[in-house]
């Protein structure tokens, strides 16, 4: 079997040596570093040929990528490479790294065109000073036919191992069996359509209910599909950490059902969660998990591989064993692994690392977004960025003499724009154009600083430069997806309050940003309980046009669940006060009729406090507990511990909070739920900002910005209530506003409301 590598992966293989040194240096954005490469290459005589794609093979190696720039009259390839500050900064192993690839790329250039020898030469730019510093090396055909054979020996007793490994994967999972006796209800029907959209390398919306096992019956038939050689790899991909958990659990039903399952399973966990040394920085000086890291990570790499399920306890131990980063142990194992489980942010960020890895190795992938509905959300957030002058004074004030001017002139176009501003939030039709390019030079100005004097550039500073980094590339990528808004507040400056606006580039739309996502993968299959209407998620998302659509029949029958409308109660702003007394006796009536434990859901940790209060002066026989602002993972399993206790009683949480989906309390855990509220997002000058943005684009602004997100959250929490064909409950849905015809219609089905 061909193993397949890029030049890139092969030489970061073979080539990378030292330590892992990530203390922050100034480097091109990605837009600079292609512009850089694009002055480089205009520079160049007429006849150069740039983004040539090549390929060679070492037997049944085949090795793949693009050079950037041939010069046919010098007969000279150039690794164009962009930088800022002094070169003699850069380390040496990353040189090292550099030249790999480019007598890689020499090799299979020499090889295509039948060149005898050749002039290999790396290219380093200078952003700042746009000047060019070449390094050359001349080559004959045979010496690097040399170094490639050299490089590809190297690696190919790995690739050898690597493709062993896959034939035995995809025959284990061509003949592996579903790890049940029978598929659930619904099971069946949805693992059937993932498998085609595996299969046909196309996008599939599945929504279904809970109980059905909707995440073993998406990884199941996706690994059926590796198998059947549709795909290489599956990323599993989640908004909240338990379901990171039960993608674990279905990957580990499958190896007690195949016990000799040759599957790769690496769980991703954030960088707090998995660092050892949390008061170090991430250089060989400072930590003793970095000192070293490329020389120790081929043995620790080959131990880690050795266990079945790397997740973060395995890879840990791996890492320590060989005294290296966890952390960073994953990210390399994420190159080498079967299923990849992480969050949405390795795949849909705009630096992610798996959508990179994708891209670059030309893997055929499948994503499984688990949970879908709050894509949107954490899209949006993933693309928009805030400038907040507060913090731009306090890097001012922090910032060494040699950035007075860019600051002072920063500093001046912003509180021009606070001069012009009438409210205390409007909406501008783009970045002002003088205060981008002000923040621009800043960018570059700290850039430079940070080459030539790192240690003259404290915390604060680097902070705002970073929030600017993010700020400036999405302002050059503006469009109708997204606004920009400016909000006035004050700051307490040292002699007297001063105007301090906050400026933000604020995505509304993430469809244009996720679209690439798609078209990288080979089949993107979103799910969850509640993608419904399903309309609004496509536009929101930017899925294909030719996406499938499941909606999954549920096992649950209508007489399990009592839904309820307290068709009397308004639970809007101006009735909040009113509306106490009518919920805590609806919640006392309840729990007398059938003591047990509900979770009751407010709007807002302010209303649930009161309701809190009001409950314990009117019934003080009813338990009651209450979530906290900020709780931590040890508190969230406190609270969550009162259910699963022999214990009786109501357990208040906000909405749309840690304890609205994603908790898992069957049978008698939880027999009710009391939701106080429509779950409408707050009417407020930034949500009615994209109210008429979503107007402009779709036509049903209130719709997509109020409603539907509202509903969402009041299904998912429902949902707790529900979770096995043997449950029976109740729901008391609290608000005058559900006899409405419109909020009747995105409530679930099988649901008989009274």
């Known amino acids: 079997m061909t193993y397949i590598v890029a030049v890139r992966t092969l030489c970061e293989f073979t080539a990378r040596r030292g330590d892992l040194d990530l203390r922050f240096t100034p480097a091109p954005s990605a837009l600079e570093g292609i512009a850089g490469h694009q002055t480089v290459t205009a520079r160049r005589a007429p006849g150069y040929e740039t983004e040539i794609t090549l390929t060679g093979t070492h037997g049944s190696l085949t090795v793949r990528g693009r050079a950037d720039g041939y010069d046919p009259a010098l ?8 930088h800022r500050g002094d070169l ?10 550099h030249w790999a690839q480019a007598l890689v790329y020499g090799h299979l250039l020499c ?43 190297r690696f190919v007793a790995w690739a050898a191992r690597e493709a062993a490994h896959r034939d035995t994967r995809n025959a284990a999972l061509n003949a592996l069996r579903f790890p049940y006796r029978e598929f659930r209800s619904g099971q069946r029907e949805l693992s059937v359509a993932v498998f085609r959209a595996a299969r046909d390398g196309r996008c599939l919306m599945a929504q279904a209910p809970t109980g059905i096992g909707k995440t073993l019956g998406t990884i199941f038939p996706l690994l059926k599909a590796c198998g059947a050689d549709h795909l ?8 909240k950490t338990p379901g990171r958990a039960l993608a674990l659990d279905a990957i580990e039903s499958l190896h007690r059902s195949e016990e000799a399952l040759p599957l790769r399973t690496l769980e991703l966990v954030a960088r707090d969660k998995a660092c050892e040394h949390p008061d170090k920085s991430c250089d060989g000086e400072s930590c003793p998990l970095a000192r070293g890291f490329y020389d120790r ?64 190795n030309g893997w055929r992938v499948a994503v499984l977004v688990d949970e879908a509905h709050n894509l949107p959300d954490r899209a949006r957030r993933m693309y928009s960025a805030t400038l907040d002058q507060g913090a731009f004074r306090g890097a001012r004030h922090a910032a060494p003499a040699a950035l007075k001017k860019p600051f002072d002139r920063a500093n001046r176009e912003w509180n021009a724009l606070n001069r012009e501003r009438n409210a205390a939030y409007e909406v501008l039709p783009a970045v002002p154009p003088k205060l981008q390019s002000a ?136 009735d909040r006060e009113r509306s106490l007394a009518p919920i805590v006796d609806l919640i006392a009536e309840q729990y007398a009729q059938r003591p047990g434990n509900y979770l ?50 109501v357990g208040f949480a906000v909405l749309g909070g840690a304890f609205s989906e994603g908790v898992d309390l069957v049978g008698d855990q939880l027999i009710g739920a009391f939701i106080a509220t429509l779950g409408l997002p707050q009417m407020n000058d930034v949500n009615e900002q994209m109210r008429r943005t979503f107007d402009a684009q779709f036509g049903n602004g209130y719709d997509y910005a109020y409603l539907f997100p509202g509903l969402q959250k009041v299904v998912q929490a429902a949902g707790r209530v529900i979770r096995t064909e043997q449950d029976a409950g109740v729901v008391h849905l609290i608000d005058d506003r559900y006899r409405r015809g419109d909020v009747r219609r995105l409530l679930p089905r099988w649901w008989m409301v009274r």
């Open 88 to 97: 003699e900064r850069m380390p040496a192993n990353h040189r090292v790294l």
């Open 297 to 360: 990570l081929p043995a620790a790499r080959d131990t880690a591989l050795q266990s079945r399920m790397l997740d973060r306890a395995a890879v840990r131990e791996a890492a320590l064993a060989h005294g290296i980063c966890p952390y960073y142990l994953a990210q390399e194992l994420s190159r080498w692994c079967d299923v990849v489980i992480g969050d949405y942010n390795y795949y849909f960020d705009s630096s992610a690392m798996l959508y990179a890895l994708t891209q670059m």
């Open 600 to 649: 009751g859901f407010l709007s807002s940790f302010d209303y649930l406090q009161r309701v809190a209060d009001s409950m314990r002066e009117r019934h003080p026989q009813v338990p009651i507990w209450t979530q906290q602002p900020r709780m931590d993972e040890a508190a969230r399993d406190a609270f969550l511990a009162r259910f699963r206790a022999s214990g009786e009683g």
């Open 439 to 574: 923040v621009q030079n800043l960018i570059a100005s700290i850039g430079d600083q940070l080459a030539e004097a790192p240690q003259s550039i404290d915390d604060t500073v680097l902070r705002f430069y970073f929030d600017a980094l993010h700020f400036v590339s999405l302002a050059e990528a503006f469009g109708d997806h997204s606004i920009v808004d400016a909000a006035l507040d004050s700051y307490q400056g040292a002699a007297r309050a001063k105007s301090s606006t906050s400026l933000c580039v604020r995505n509304v739309i993430p469809a244009p940003f996720l679209k690439p996502r798609y078209a990288a993968a080979r089949a993107t299959v979103l799910f969850s309980g509640t993608l419904s209407p399903q309309h609004f998620y496509r536009d929101m998302l930017g899925l294909p046009d030719d996406t499938g659509w499941l909606d999954v029949e549920g096992p649950f029958r209508a007489e399990q669940l009592d839904v309820h409308v307290a068709h009397h109660v308004s639970t809007r702003w101006r």
């Open 111 to 153: 090889v295509a065109r039948e060149l005898d020898e050749l002039t290999v030469a790396l290219v380093y730019f200078d952003i700042a000073d746009q000047k060019e510093t070449v390094l050359t090396e001349q080559h004959t055909a045979e010496s690097l036919r040399a170094f490639f054979e050299d490089q590809c020996e």
């Open 232 to 239: 290489d790899r599956v990323f599993f991909l989640t908004a």
């Open 75 to 82: 007969n000279r390839l150039e690794e164009i490479k962009t």
